[in-house]
């Protein structure tokens, strides 16, 4: 079975400043990796996906991340943070024959200072 | 188009009490998922359909909960009777459907869920 690790539950950074939020996957055959986005009594609303294309993939809101096989990571990094960033944000990895079913990590909280 | 509809957003009970939550799919969406979320925690898989047939369960506390998808579109999420440690976030979410071809992803969309306090 997949496994997800988010590695920080909380992460603050000032605004302007780069947000880095970490995520590393176990995978016995080629993963899909994906970053979801949730605001405070919402669903989670999808920032980028990575489907064995380009390494490096960009997202919705100036996010991207860098899919790493040798380090299994794919890290979200925005260059610089903005106040509307706030949220919880959740790695998650799909697996099986149709890649149906997925698996979350428990997400990283991030605060952006003013 | 219209996204995954979840009803209702906010629902208190009290324990022993049923409640039954509603999730309509993103039109032609085979796949549908119920999660619960507790706080500060990922979504973790209840359930899932491919059309009206559940192929994954073994996360459904069967004791308590059940779930139906019929004709393969809206689905309903019940628990009877509800218990203090039940009070999550129930999420619905739907995808296209891989069809069986191999390593196809899908992606989900998610509705807003369905906030549920047991008291």
């Known amino acids: 079975a997949q496994s997800v690790t988010q590695l920080g539950s909380h992460v603050s950074v000032s605004e302007g400043a780069l947000v880095l939020l970490r995520c590393n996957y176990s995978s016995s055959v080629p993963p899909y990796l994906f970053w979801y986005v949730q605001y405070p009594n919402q669903g989670l609303q999808l920032l980028l996906k990575?489907?064995?294309?380009?390494?490096l993939v960009k997202g919705i809101n100036g996010f991207e991340a860098e899919f790493k096989k040798s380090e299994t990571s794919f890290h979200l990094t925005k260059p610089s943070a903005h106040m509307s960033d706030a949220a919880e944000y959740f790695c998650?990895?799909?697996?099986?024959?149709?890649?149906?079913?997925?698996?979350f990590g428990t997400g990283t909280s991030l605060t952006v200072i003013p | 188009e219209a996204g995954v509809v979840q009803s209702p957003r906010y629902k208190i009970i009290e324990k022993k009490q049923p409640v039954a939550f509603w999730c309509n799919p993103i039109?032609?969406?085979?796949?549908l998922y119920w999660y619960l979320q507790n706080l500060g925690q990922g979504p973790e898989l209840l359930i899932r359909?491919?059309?009206?047939?559940?192929?994954?369960d073994s996360q459904l506390p069967k004791d308590r909960f059940s779930a139906e998808r019929l004709k393969g579109v809206d689905s309903t999420l019940k628990i009877q009777p509800a218990e203090l440690g039940d009070s999550a976030v129930y999420l619905c979410?739907?995808?296209?459907?891989?069809?069986?071809?191999?390593?196809?992803?899908?992606?989900?969309?998610f509705g807003p869920g369905t906030r549920l306090t047991v008291l």
């Open positions: 998650a990895v799909s697996e099986g024959r149709t890649g149906n079913q997925f698996y």
């Open positions: 990575y489907t064995s294309a380009a390494t």
């Open positions: 359909y491919e059309n009206e047939e559940a192929v994954d």
């Open positions: 039109s032609g969406h085979n796949t």
């Open positions: 979410a739907s995808s296209p459907g891989g069809g069986g071809v191999a390593g196809v992803y899908n992606e989900q969309f």
